[in-house]
């Protein structure tokens, strides 16, 4: 079946420019989770949604970040204004209900910030 | 606060020389703890899982991990490396309230043949 997917693959962007990435998880998967991979380093949660449950935010970096999920489908991370230090590849991962259910992996989309 | 450490950044072998890349762990009650590989420029996959149960746990690719909860430690190990075998690895422990992950800082693991 259909893995997770993100769009675009690629964007490089201006300082100031408003961004939004998209993930389309997993089927019938009710959780989704953002994650930010800088270059060389691990992985940081950004923000969780869970069903119909307030999403957990506690990740996100600063107001300029943003994420909204339709139902237990499509999610957009949006970045406005970017920064240098946005530049990252933007992960998005979904999984069933449950802490010992493993998360299955976009292929991420990397942001270039110029 | 939960964590995990993967306390070597890069890891070299032979192959078909046997592999371990160590990760040890920090949590608050029950762990859950996951190992994903990451190719270059793909997204990370999977590998194998702890939640209860069996110390060793055996997942793709003939990877297997052993947990042991008196050295808090979850190394990933295999009997004989593959020159495919090379590239980025993340152990991780799974936030029991969130279900977020909490990564290490990845191991790459280079194998020559």
């Known amino acids: 079946g259909a893995g997770v997917s993100q769009s675009p693959s690629n964007k490089v962007t201006e300082k100031g420019k408003d961004v939004e990435l998209r993930c389309d998880p997993i089927?019938?998967?009710?959780?989704l989770y953002w994650y930010r991979q800088r270059l060389g380093q691990g992985l940081e949660f950004l923000i969780y949604?869970?069903?119909?449950?307030?999403?957990?935010k506690s990740g996100l970096p600063s107001d300029r970040f943003s994420a909204e999920r339709t139902g237990e489908s499509v999610s957009t991370l949006t970045i406005q204004r970017t920064q240098q230090e946005d530049s990252a590849v933007y992960l998005c991962?979904?999984?069933?209900?449950?802490?010992?259910?493993?998360?299955?992996f976009g292929p991420g989309t990397r942001l270039t910030v110029l | 606060a939960q964590s995990v450490a993967q306390p070597e950044d890069q890891v070299n072998v032979a192959e078909g020389n046997p592999l371990t890349v160590k990760c040890t762990y920090s949590?608050?009650?029950?762990?859950?703890l996951f190992w994903y590989v990451q190719y270059p420029n793909r997204g990370l996959q999977f590998l194998l899982k702890?939640?209860?149960?069996?110390?060793l746990v055996k997942g793709s690719y003939g990877f297997e991990a052993e947990f042991n909860k008196s050295q808090t430690s979850f190394h990933l190990k295999k009997p004989s490396a593959l020159v495919s075998d090379s590239a980025l690895y993340f152990c991780?422990?799974?936030?029991?309230?969130?279900?977020?992950?909490?990564f290490g800082q990845g191991t790459t693991l280079q194998v020559k043949p």
């Open positions: 991962a979904s999984s069933f209900v449950g802490s010992y259910n493993e998360q299955f």
């Open positions: 089927s019938g998967h009710t959780a």
């Open positions: 949604f869970q069903g119909n449950s307030a999403p957990d």
């Open positions: 949590v608050s009650g029950n762990p859950y």
């Open positions: 702890y939640i209860t149960g069996d110390n």
């Open positions: 991780a422990v799974r936030d029991a309230n969130t279900g977020k992950l909490i």
